[in-house]
């Protein structure tokens, strides 16, 4: 089970930072990932975090300003998002890779390479 949380109502340039809690497997073992949607568009991929943790990408409109870690001691995940802008405003979910096959670096923000997901968080960016 994945259970975000943290989501809110920040002003333009503010801070939020998202929780991921796991329960009922391991998340250090695998691959995971955050992404956003707006009502009407496609979901997007925001970050996609290594069993490493230190194995990190992020999607172009993000970069810089998002950062993906995990603790395995707690099973979270984490987003910090600095800089928030209006256009951040949309849920936010968190989702985990447990298919074995090797996963592309190309297609680590791709939403469908994923198997389990939260049920999101509204972040909401306004002055």
């Known amino acids: 089970q994945l259970v975000e949380s943290g989501g809110g109502l920040v002003r333009p340039g503010g801070s939020l930072r998202l929780s991921c809690a796991v329960s009922?497997?391991?998340?250090?073992?695998?691959?995971m990932g955050w992404f956003r949607q707006v009502p009407g568009k496609e979901r997007e991929g925001l970050a996609c975090i290594g069993t490493s943790g230190d194995d990190t990408n992020y999607a172009d409109p993000v970069k810089g300003r998002f950062t993906a870690s995990r603790d395995s001691a707690k099973n979270t995940l984490y987003l910090q998002m600095n800089s928030l802008k209006p256009e951040d405003t949309a849920v936010y979910f968190c989702?985990?890779?447990?298919?074995?096959?090797?996963?592309?670096?190309?297609?680590?923000?791709?939403?469908?390479?994923?198997?389990?997901w939260g049920q999101g968080t509204q972040v909401a960016v306004s002055s």
């Open positions: 989702a985990v890779r447990v298919r074995p096959n090797l996963l592309l670096f190309s297609q680590r923000l791709n939403v469908d390479e994923y198997d389990y």
């Open positions: 009922g497997f391991t998340s250090a073992r695998y691959i």
